[in-house]
T-cell receptor, first 114, second 115 residues
């Protein structure tokens, strides 16, 4: 059974650009969550999607958005990139919302904003 | 709101040394508690968990006991190996007032084990 797949693995952008990250959950998992990991702030929750609907949202500005497709794959988008957006973005999947005790993480997308 | 505080690293130990990484939490209700491990270049993996007071989670020689009276969930291992070098995250899940369960993480502790 394939794990959570995130693409691309590495990304370099410049300030003001926008970026789209992709996450394919484990087969059968319908809930996808996104986290931002930085050395200073640790892991911070961005949002959670289930059945193409955002169920939960963290405290991030509106520049951060996401969506989920009918096959449960998810994308997150960051517009007007800032230097502080440089981070490892982790995606995690679970069978459904509230099933966070069985959460599986991908290896992440390392975003560098220059 | 919910929060997790874990000891700041980095922690550097020699092989076979005893490990303790402290973790305390603040949460409403009765949270479930977790330790996750992140090996270099990888995502997080669940190491162990405990869902109620006095429960002990254990895996791969690591242990942690859910202490409600001290709101703590310290991670311990009696004899660490070089392969245990990783970042360790303490985390909790608590219903923040509805059906929206959220996973809250500590900032992580980098452990380096030298041969």
């Amino acid at each position: 059974k394939a794990g959570v797949t995130q693409t691309p693995r590495y990304l370099i952008k410049t300030r003001g650009q926008q970026v789209t990250l992709s996450c394919s959950p484990i087969s059968g998992h319908r809930s996808v969550s996104w986290y931002q990991q930085t050395p200073g702030q640790g892991l911070q929750f961005l949002f959670e999607y289930f059945s193409e609907t955002q169920r939960n949202k963290g405290n991030f500005p509106g520049r951060f958005s996401g969506r989920q497709f009918s096959n449960s794959r998810s994308e997150m988008n960051v517009s007007t990139l800032e230097l502080g957006d440089s981070a490892l973005y982790l995606c995690a999947s679970s069978l459904g919302p509230g099933a966070l005790e069985k959460l599986f993480f991908g290896s992440g997308t390392q975003l560098s904003v220059l | 709101g919910n929060s997790v505080t874990q000891m700041e690293g980095p922690v550097t130990l020699s092989e076979e040394a005893f490990l303790t990484i402290n973790c305390t939490y603040t949460a409403t209700g009765y949270p479930s508690l977790f330790w996750y491990v992140q090996y270099p270049g990888e995502g997080l993996q669940l190491l162990l968990k405990a869902t109620k007071a006095d429960d002990k989670g254990s895996n791969k020689g690591f242990e942690a006991t859910y202490r409600k009276e001290t709101t703590s969930f310290h991670l311990e291992k009696g004899s660490v190996q070089v392969s245990d070098s990783a970042v360790y995250f303490c985390a909790l899940i608590s219903n923040s007032g509805g059906s929206n369960y959220k996973l809250t993480f500590g900032k992580g502790t980098l452990l380096t084990v030298n041969p």
